[in-house]
């Protein structure tokens, strides 16, 4: 069975700030996403990131694919109120759609 | 990019009804798809898996005869928790597949409130 691990489960800072979610799995994944989600709201596609290695930018937000393509990070840079939410990393191996527990992030103000 | 709708967003109802969730590919079609379940505050929790016009795949744990999954058009997948008990409270969310690879789409969700 794949696992997709997450860590920190929580995670509490002040706006300006820089962070970095972790996503660790002892299993290789084809693909990797990584989601956001607001309370009452369903997840929202942030990125995919497929070759091992690869490095994606979205505005302060830094995706990375490790090179065996078993584990990514999520990197914000100055960190605001509106990054608040649920991240969700979720692996493609096979056919299958495997997600981690989520890092709670809270930025406050 | 790829929309999925899904219907309606919050309901409320008493114990011992059936209540149906929907979930549409409005721009795409749907080869797979899938329904989870979330706690407050905790990671989304695979349900099943529906693939069009055929039975779908339940987790270990989830009552197929609690959960009917109904996936009959490529647009389309019903949810209906039947005789709803205030334990089946949740959120629910399906997620979309059009079969070339990589990517999920999410509805919205449905809180459930079972009274």
């Known amino acids: 069975t794949q696992l997709l691990e997450q860590s920190p489960q929580f995670l509490s800072i002040q706006e300006g700030e820089n962070l970095t979610v972790y996503c660790n799995s002892s299993?290789?994944?084809?693909?990797l996403q990584w989601y956001r989600q607001e309370p009452g709201e369903g997840p929202v596609l942030l990125v995919t990131?497929?070759?091992?290695?690869e490095v994606k930018k979205l505005k302060r937000l830094t995706f990375q694919f490790g090179d065996a393509r078993k584990d990514s990070s999520l990197h914000i840079t100055a960190a605001q109120p509106g990054d608040t939410g649920l991240y969700l990393c979720?692996?493609?191996?096979?056919?299958?759609?495997?997600f981690g527990p989520g890092t709670r992030l809270s930025v406050l103000p | 990019g790829a929309v999925v709708s899904q219907h309606p967003s919050w309901v409320i109802c008493k114990s011992g009804t059936s209540v149906k969730i929907e979930c549409r590919s409005l721009?795409?079609?749907?080869?797979?798809m899938f329904w989870y379940r979330q706690f407050p505050k905790q990671s989304l929790m695979l349900m099943a898996t529906?693939?069009?016009?055929?039975?779908?795949?339940?987790e270990q744990g989830v009552e197929k005869d609690k959960f009917l999954i109904n996936h009959a058009s490529l647009t389309l997948s019903t949810l209906t928790v039947t005789s709803a008990h205030p334990e089946d409270s949740s959120f629910y969310i399906c997620?979309?597949?059009?079969?070339?690879?990589?990517?999920?789409?999410f509805g919205s969700g449905t809180q459930l409130s079972v009274l």
């Open positions: 529906s693939n069009e016009g055929s039975k779908a795949t339940y």
């Open positions: 979720a692996g493609m191996g096979g056919q299958n759609f495997v």
């Open positions: 721009d795409f079609q749907a080869t797979t």
């Open positions: 299993s290789v994944f084809s693909s």
């Open positions: 990131v497929v070759t091992g290695g």
């Open positions: 997620s979309a597949t059009n079969g070339q690879g990589e990517k999920l789409f």
